[in-house]
């Protein structure tokens, strides 16, 4: 079997890993990013939307915005009982992602495409990749960034269990919309619908915790959410492009373990309310790579725990409250009427610590 040395193995090329191969690799490092789908951020599982003050951090042009969106409008039962102000941009997330890559790889960072990390043993991991021989990769640093899924975590014993199920179609918009549309209803268990405009078209979709045993009745709450939309005049003629995937409801319990390192939806580091999690993805991915390097240069891996410490600097108290404000949505999901200021960011209610 092959085997390859490198100082940083980063699995998973969504924003998190691209940002850590970025990061890592500007500093002349042999960096690896591994990827297993055949086109970088296709097929795209995301809703697209990143608040206004990502872009002015990102150094990437502004060719994947499709729109701005002046704000949110926020439904409860097929009611708008909220309109907030709130600028940002939907964008078109394999593009993005493409970008992100493409700045890893001037750097020097190497990419191979169709892999998938299946196993470790000690620095070395197993890559297959279609229609070749797998091959055994060495690293000194172990950035797993492989999405709510992770076989990264599953390594040392970090998978996430707090997981919500999504879907979400293409739909043709009857009127241009200019605000984000967020839906609330009992039937959406611990979670939410959307309708979010990209041009004449939106991306249309739902995600629904599990309650219990039973699996969430996705594709019967996804055509009702269709027909609603239909009836308020909202879009027009039939969806495409089904796609499902799963959203981490909240942060796994550790994210640096000797050499490795877990980065955005593998790490949990999406909003634990909202789902939210490009920001986090890429702020955490910058991170990871930063702390990797400087964990090389001084032959020091305890520093790597360094990278855990600045994240939560940066999100903790934000993510704290997302996870307490998501137990009581929970519990209290019958009272969705009375309890949704509480637990829904555009309401100032839920910034007030009880």
């Known amino acids: 079997m092959n085997a390859l040395n490198y100082d940083i193995l980063v699995i998973g090329a969504g924003p998190a890993g691209a940002s ?14 591994v990827e297993r789908r055949k086109v970088v951020g296709l097929p795209v599982q995301c809703a697209e939307y990143i608040p206004a003050q990502l872009l002015g951090e990102l150094d990437l042009g502004r060719s994947y915005v499709v729109q701005p969106v002046r704000g949110m409008k926020t439904f409860l039962a097929g009611r708008e009982v ?39 043993k000690g620095n070395s991991v197993l890559i297959k990749t279609e229609h070749a021989s797998p091959v055994a990769i060495t690293a000194k640093v172990i950035v797993g960034a492989d999405g709510p899924l992770s076989a990264v975590a599953g390594w040392i014993g970090a998978s996430n269990p707090e997981l919500i199920a999504a879907v979400q179609v293409r739909v043709s918009l009857k009127h241009p919309l200019e605000f984000a549309e967020v839906y609330f209803d009992k039937d959406f268990y611990g979670g939410y619908a959307w309708l979010f405009p990209r041009g004449e078209q939106a991306n249309l979709g739902l995600g629904i915790r599990k309650k219990g045993d039973r699996p969430p009745p996705l594709g019967q709450l996804l055509a009702a959410f269709l027909r609603q939309c239909a009836g308020a005049g909202k879009i027009t003629g039939k969806p ?28 949990g580091q999406t909003h634990p309310v909202t789902g939210a999690g490009i920001f986090p993805a890429v702020t955490a991915g910058r991170l990871a790579g930063s ?17 855990e410490s600045e994240y939560r600097d940066l999100f903790d108290d934000s993510t704290r409250r997302a996870v307490s404000r998501r137990r009581l949505m929970e519990s209290q999901w019958d009272n969705l009427d009375q309890i949704l200021k509480n637990c829904w960011i555009a309401f100032k209610e839920y910034y007030v610590d009880t």
């Not at 907030?84 to 941009?89: D, E, I, L, V």
């Not at 993005?96 to 299946?118: H, M, N, P, Y």
């Not at 981490?248 to 000797?258: E, L, M, N, Q, W």
Request: proline residues 4%; glycine residues 8%.
């Open 20 to 33: 850590a191969a970025a990061a890592a690799a500007r500093r002349n490092l042999r960096v690896l990013l």
């Open 82 to 120: 909220k309109t907030t102000p709130s600028p940002g941009f939907i964008i078109n997330r394999a593009v993005f992602d493409q970008l992100l890559v493409r700045t890893a790889i001037d750097r020097g960072a190497e990419i191979r495409l169709k892999s998938k990390a299946v196993s470790r």
């Open 240 to 267: 495409s492009g089904l796609i499902t995937g799963w959203i981490p409801a909240g942060p796994v319990h550790k994210i640096v373990d000797g050499n490795l390192m877990l980065a955005g939806d593998a790490a």
């Open 291 to 307: 702390w990797a390097a400087r964990a090389l240069a001084a032959n020091d891996f305890k520093l790597l725990s360094c990278y």
